[in-house]
Nanobody, 125 residues
Framework: QMHLVESGGGLVQAGASLRLSCVAS????????MGWFRQAPGKEREFVAA????????YYPDSVKGRFTISRDNAKNTVLLQMNSLKPEDTASYYC??????????????????WGQGTQVTVSS
């Protein structure tokens, strides 16, 4: 079992920045690829970013590319999501998740084994 705890959400105005953190415990963190997802009320869970266990590989959907940056510190069992130029449509609950390998279907939620409880991000216009 891997336990994931997100933090860093909040209420900000459009154009602002936020940095989300996710701290992991219970497993060897560096062997897991990590992802960030978000879910707004009434919508499906959406892929936001992913990073390989080593941190060398990252992947983003077009909706956040150039605005969001994922990074990790394996010494601290932490994955970060730096979000810049936030838009009202970024409003959602944000979740970090872990899966044992990088590669195929890295953006598919059903390929992730462990999930955090989420942190709310609200962007006002």
């Amino acid at each position: 079992q891997m336990h994931l705890v997100e933090s860093g959400g909040g209420l900000v105005q459009a154009g602002a920045s936020l940095r989300l953190s996710c701290v992991a415990s219970g497993r060897t963190f560096s062997v897991f690829a990590m992802g960030w997802f978000r879910q707004a009320p009434g919508k499906e869970r959406e892929f936001v970013a992913a990073i390989s266990g080593s941190g060398i590989n990252t992947y983003y959907p077009d909706s956040v590319k150039g605005r969001f940056t994922i990074s990790r510190d394996n010494a601290k069992n932490t994955v970060l999501l730096q979000m810049n130029s936030l838009k009202p449509e970024d409003t959602a609950s944000y979740y970090c998740a872990a899966r044992p390998s990088w590669g195929v279907s890295i953006g598919a939620p059903n390929t992730y084994y462990f999930w955090g409880q989420g942190t709310q991000v609200t962007v006002s216009s």
